[in-house]
C-alpha cells in the first residue's frame, strides 16, 4: 500500500515523468518475460540490449504516445458515460492502433539495424497478425480502461495489463 501511495504522490507531482517511467519499465519488463518465459534464453543467452531498447521504446516513443493520445482522445470524447467509453474504444481501435502497431515494427526493425527493405518485408509478414492479436485483448480492456479509470492512471492501468501484450510485441519484433 505504502508503494501504491508513493505511486499517486508522484503521478500528481510529475505526471508525464511517472507514466513515460512507467511505460519504459514494462516494456522492459515485458521484453525480459519474452526472453525468458517465451523464447527459453536462460539468463546466460539474455539480450540485455535488446530489453533496454525495448525499455527505451517505452520512454521515449510508447509512453509519449499513448499517454498523448489518451489526452487527445478525452478532449474529443469529454465524458466517462458508457456510451463515451464505447466512441473511445471504437476510435482507439479502429483508429490509433493500427497506426501505433504500425509505426512502432518498423521502429523496432530501425534500431534492430534492419535494412529498409528487411524492414519492410518484417511489417507486411507481422503487421496482419499483430493487429489480430490486438484485436482478442484490446478493446475488451479499452472499453473498461475508459469508462472505469480516471485519465491520469490510463496508461498505467494499460501498461500493468500490457506487460503481456509486451512481451508478445517483443518477440513478434524480434522473430527473424
Not at 18 to 40: C, F, N, P, R, Y
Not at 49 to 58: D, E, H, I, Y
Not at 127 to 155: E, S
Request: glycine share 10%; aromatic share 12%.
Amino acid at each position: 500500500m505504502a508503494l501504491w501511495r508513493a505511486y499517486q504522490r508522484a503521478l500528481t507531482v510529475h505526471p508525464w515523468k511517472v507514466q513515460v517511467l512507467t511505460a519504459g519499465s514494462l516494456m522492459g519488463l515485458g521484453d525480459i518475460i519474452s526472453q525468458q518465459l517465451v523464447e527459453k534464453r536462460g539468463l546466460r543467452g539474455h539480450q540485455t540490449g535488446r530489453t533496454l531498447t525495448m525499455a527505451f521504446l517505452g520512454c521515449g516513443f510508447v509512453g509519449p504516445v499513448v499517454g498523448g493520445w489518451y489526452q487527445v482522445l478525452d478532449r474529443l470524447i469529454p465524458g466517462t458515460a458508457k456510451a463515451d467509453a464505447l466512441k473511445k474504444m471504437l476510435l482507439d481501435q479502429g483508429g490509433f492502433a493500427p497506426c501505433f502497431l504500425g509505426c512502432f515494427l518498423p521502429l523496432v526493425g530501425v534500431l534492430n539495424g534492419l535494412s529498409a527493405q528487411d524492414n519492410w518485408a518484417k511489417l507486411r509478414r507481422d503487421y496482419p497478425d499483430a493487429l489480430l492479436t490486438n484485436y482478442y485483448l484490446w478493446p475488451a480492456v479499452q472499453l473498461a480502461n475508459f469508462y472505469l479509470v480516471p485519465l491520469h492512471y490510463r496508461l498505467a492501468v494499460v501498461q500493468c495489463v500490457a506487460v503481456i501484450w509486451n512481451s508478445y510485441l517483443s518477440w513478434k519484433a524480434h522473430r527473424l
